[in-house]
């Protein structure tokens, strides 16, 4: 019998990168140093990207506008959200489906362009995502309509979202009332699930073994990309801390304190198996 064992991937194995956007690319409207010089190193070099985010309140065309705003120039096809995901995956399950849609423009509109009906009568699918302004009224017809049969579908199980006067109820946390409601478990299409990441896997025509996830977030980033077959990154500039990793029963490949030293290690001379300020994580 033979045994072959696998050499551990390295940064440099990596030719196309899936991030997260906020903790990893941009904090409080900010770009995080050397997120731009990451980005850039990709586009030089003709590596292939996408920016991942589980908010599903807005375009591509709206966050490429809000990633220029913080010092960041992402192109529209280089951003993947929770509400393109979504719209995907559902008009492969129901082509020219009827949806119920809770959301605002970056849901909707990704779902009419992907050719589904939004339509209070009669859904296939209720589909919940984020929204400034959650509706009691919207949340009782999304009951109802479950309990006649649609479908309960969510963009993302984030529970809170962030705001100036402090945390907002977001999609998981509505989610949990419908449930409670109804008794129906949403299918989830955004991160953790790697459903997300298979479908940005497909989006730039990548492979998961030459494919890394850069995350802030062991629960949602490190675990997906873990269970998708990607080299996870984990960075230290957001919810997840150094101190905190050893509370998970599973490890991120690497970690780095931020996009930062991803972008030095990626330039650095010298040889490329090394690794100055990556941490691989031991079992």
Known sequence: MTTVTRAARTIHDIKCWLTDMDGVLVHENQAIKGAAELMKYWRDNDLRFLVL?????????????????S???????????????????LARQRPGGRAFVIGEAGLTT????AGFIMTDQKPDYVVLGETRTYSFEAITKAIRLIEGGARFIATNPDATGPSAEGLLPAT?????????????????VGKPNPMMFRSALNRIDAHSETTAMIGDRMDTDIIAGMEAGLLTALVHTGITSASDVDTFPFRPDLQFSSVANIHAELVADGDKGSTKEAKPSKA
Request: hydrophobic share 45%.
């Open 71 to 89: 010092g960041l120039d992402v192109p529209e096809q280089n951003i993947w959200t929770s509400a393109l995901a979504t719209a995907e995956f």
């Open 53 to 69: 985010t589980n908010n599903s309140i807005y375009t591509p065309r709206d966050l490429r506008a809000r990633l220029l705003a």
């Open 110 to 113: 990704a779902l009419h362009d």
């Open 172 to 188: 998981g946390a509505v989610a949990a009332l419908i449930t409670r409601a109804t008794n129906r478990e949403p299918y989830v």
